[in-house]
C-alpha cells in the first residue's frame, strides 16, 4: 500500500481528539537599530504582532492542516486570552466542546520578542496548576458524551508540564481509552513520563529520554534501540518514536527498528516540530505505515516547520515538496 502518495487523501478519514495544555503564542515583530541609554539592552521598534494557537491547540491545528477532523480537551482561564483561543480554535474549525474555562486557572500566553529573525526575548505568563481527581471525574463525563456523539479513532495526549495531564487525569484518560479500545499517542514531559503505560506510541525526544533513562542514550542505533527496549519493558507500549532533532527519528515496534536520518537543511527555528511530528506519525499509524514511510512523513514535516519562525503548523504544499515525487504523487 502506497502509504506517502496516499497519506494526503486518507487524512480526512480519521478524527483525533488532543488532550492536553493549551496556550497562545504571541509574537512581537521589529527592527532593533539602537542600544537603550537607560540599560545596556536593545531596543525594538515594534513593527507587527500576531498571535497564534500554541501548546495542545497548535497540534490540534496541525491534524486539521493534515486533512483531518480535530477536537481538543484542555482547561483556559476566565480570561481575555482563554476567549481569544476559543474563538481562533473556532476559525478553524476545530472542536472545542471540551475546553473548559475555570477560575482558578489563567491561560499560559508565551510572548516572543524578534528583532528580524532574532529572538530577543521570551515572556511567560502562566500558572502552574495540576488538574485534580475531581476535574477528572468531571472530564469522564464530558467524554463518554462526546464519545456517543463523535467517536475519535486516536487521542493524542500533549504534555507541557503545565499542570492539565495530572496522574488523576493521566489515569481517567488511559482508562477511558482502553474501555472503548482507542489508540493513544503520547508526547511526554518528564513529570509524568512513566504514567503513560499501555499506550500505542510513545514518542520522547532524545533530551526527555536522557533524563528518564537510567543509563547514557547516544543518537546510535545500538543505543537508540537499548533505550526503546526499555520504553517498551516498563511502558508496554506499541510504538517508541525518539526525536533526534538534527539526526532525524528513531523507531521502534515489535521487533522491527531503525534510524531514520533527515536530509540536511538550514534550520530556522525548532520550536513546533515535535506538534507537527506526533500529529503525521499518528495518523500514518493509523493508516498502517510502515516504520519506514511514518519516518519519511514525519522527518518531511518537521523539517518544514524548522523552516519558519515561531510556532506554526505544518505547511502542506511544502511537506510534499520535501518529500519530492512521493508526496506529489497523491
Avoid: W
Avoid at 127 to 152: G, I, W
Amino acid at each position: 500500500m502506497k502509504i506517502i502518495s496516499e497519506f494526503f487523501d486518507r487524512t480526512k478519514d480519521y478524527h483525533i481528539l488532543v488532550v492536553g495544555d493549551v496556550m497562545l503564542d504571541c509574537y512581537l515583530r521589529g527592527r532593533v537599530d539602537r542600544i537603550s541609554p537607560e540599560a545596556p539592552v536593545p531596543i525594538l521598534q515594534l513593527e507587527s504582532s500576531e498571535r497564534r494557537l500554541g501548546g495542545a491547540a497548535n497540534v490540534a491545528l496541525n491534524i486539521k492542516r493534515l486533512g483531518a477532523k480535530a477536537s481538543i480537551m484542555g482547561i483556559v482561564g476566565n480570561d481575555s486570552a482563554g476567549e481569544e483561543m476559543l474563538q481562533m480554535l473556532i476559525a478553524e474549525n476545530i472542536d472545542s466542546s471540551l475546553i473548559t474555562k475555570s477560575d482558578s486557572a489563567s491561560t499560559t500566553v508565551k510572548t516572543r520578542v524578534l528583532g528580524g529573525h532574532q529572538h530577543l526575548l521570551r515572556i511567560d505568563e502562566e500558572k502552574h496548576r495540576d488538574s485534580e481527581r475531581e476535574e477528572a471525574v468531571v472530564f469522564r463525563e464530558k467524554l463518554d458524551t462526546f464519545r456517543n456523539t463523535s467517536p475519535p479513532d486516536a487521542i493524542i495526549l500533549q504534555d507541557y508540564n503545565k499542570g492539565f495531564l495530572s496522574s488523576p487525569m493521566i489515569r481517567m484518560l488511559l482508562y477511558f481509552a482502553h474501555l472503548y479500545s482507542i489508540p493513544v499517542y503520547v508526547d511526554p514531559k518528564h513529570e509524568n513520563f512513566f504514567e503513560y503505560a499501555g499506550v500505542a506510541m510513545f514518542k520522547p525526544n532524545l533530551r526527555e529520554l536522557r533524563a528518564k533513562i537510567p543509563f547514557a542514550v547516544e543518537a546510535n542505533k545500538k543505543s537508540l534501540l537499548a533505550a526503546a527496549d526499555y520504553l517498551a519493558e516498563n511502558l508496554k507500549c506499541e510504538l517508541s518514536a525518539i526525536t533526534l532533532s538534527e539526526h532525524g527519528i528513531f523507531l521502534s515496534k515489535q521487533g522491527e527498528s531503525g534510524l531514520f536520518p533527515t536530509h540536511v537543511r538550514k534550520v530556522v527555528d525548532v520550536c513546533g516540530a515535535g506538534d507537527a511530528v506526533i500529529s503525521v506519525l499518528t495518523l500514518a499509524n493509523l493508516m498502517g505505515a510502515t516504520l519506514s514511510q511514518m519516518a519519511t512523513l514525519a522527518n518531511a514535516a518537521g523539517g518544514v516547520v524548522c523552516g519558519s519562525v515561531g510556532v506554526c503548523p505544518v505547511d502542506v504544499e511544502a511537506m510534499r515538496e520535501e518529500m519530492g515525487e512521493e508526496g506529489r504523487n497523491s
